[in-house]
């Protein structure tokens, strides 16, 4: 990874700063694009290695063009890898739902705007969680819904596997080398369910029980985004641990639900995600970025 440039959203906790750590550690220049400045120079302090910390709030567009403009170097990895789950009800300051805008939108806008500058791979992050998952065209963003959290973060990773298969497509349409893939981290003990821990002590300590008992490590948990990241994979492919029912092991290629497979499907949510972004595709065959 010398010499090679990887921008992290998210990379300040869990998943996202153990692969940072790992891609600086053999020699990448990392950028830490987080929320809290602060905690990504608490992260990047850990780190051996070059590291870079920039603000990136993915729940609003203002910021995600202000960190693409302020981008202007070479990209040769990017991991879409910041997100929520299950978070109570909330909006982005855009007004999108919040698991979303946050998951897939923030994700969908920052990754167009900074595609000019990419050289090689595009990994998001998405979650077996997608295998519930539906895309609810006429409430996107839970706005004539009963609010449910869990269907809100699997509509979102299922749109993230969703992006990835149209986005690659789209990069093959163009005559790009840039490939796009997607991983899983299994069941990782990581901060992302953080916010329950107000909940009642006896759920706390059934959730902390069974996370400790059947997760893996945050290290483990980053391989197959580190995989997505370098390893020889098709573009579109998607990686996760290999092991009982994807939830722990080395990283492998792993399948996806009907609904990550279908194409109309994959399109319709890119237009879509155009109109609530009013970002868009900026490649075209004569555009199309080289090695």
Not at 145 to 154: D, E, L, Q, V
Not at 176 to 194: D, Q
Not at 195 to 209: F, K, N, W
Not at 255 to 282: K, M, N, V, Y
Request: net charge positive; proline share 5%; glycine share 10%.
């Amino acid at each position: 990874m010398t010499g090679r440039t990887v921008v992290v959203t998210g990379a300040n906790s869990g998943i996202g700063r153990a692969a940072a750590r790992a891609l600086a550690a053999k020699g990448a220049c990392v950028v830490l694009a987080v929320r809290d400045p602060a905690k990504g120079h608490a992260a990047a302090a850990t780190m051996t290695g070059d590291t870079v910390v920039r603000r990136l709030d993915l729940a609003g567009l203002s910021s995600v063009r202000a960190f693409a403009e302020e981008f202007t170097e070479p990209i040769d990895v990017l991991i879409n890898n910041a997100g929520l789950m299950i978070p109570p009800l909330g909006r982005t300051a855009d007004g999108f739902e919040l698991q979303f805008g946050t998951n897939h939108l923030g994700h969908f806008a920052l990754t167009n705007l900074l595609l000019p500058r990419i050289r090689r791979r595009v990994v998001t992050v998405s979650s077996n969680g997608h295998r519930t998952g539906t895309i609810d065209f006429d409430d996107l963003n839970w706005e004539r819904r009963p609010y449910r959290a869990f269907a809100a973060y699997a509509q979102s990773k299922l749109a993230n596997l969703l992006f990835t298969a149209e986005l690659q497509r789209r990069l093959t349409e163009a005559g790009s080398p840039v490939r796009a893939t997607a991983a899983h981290p299994g069941m990782a003990a990581t901060g992302l369910l953080g916010h329950l821990d107000g909940e009642h002590p006896r759920l706390h300590r059934l959730r902390t029980a069974i996370i400790s008992r059947f997760s893996q490590s945050e290290d483990d948990g980053a391989l197959p985004t580190l995989y997505a990241a370098v390893a020889d994979v098709p573009g579109g492919g998607y990686a996760g641990p290999g092991g009982f029912l994807q939830g722990r092991g080395a990283p492998k290629l792993v399948g996806r639900s009907r609904a990550a497979r279908d194409d109309a499907l994959a399109r319709r949510l890119w237009t879509a995600s155009e109109q609530l972004t009013g970002i868009t595709f900026p490649l075209t065959a004569t555009k199309a970025t080289k090695r």
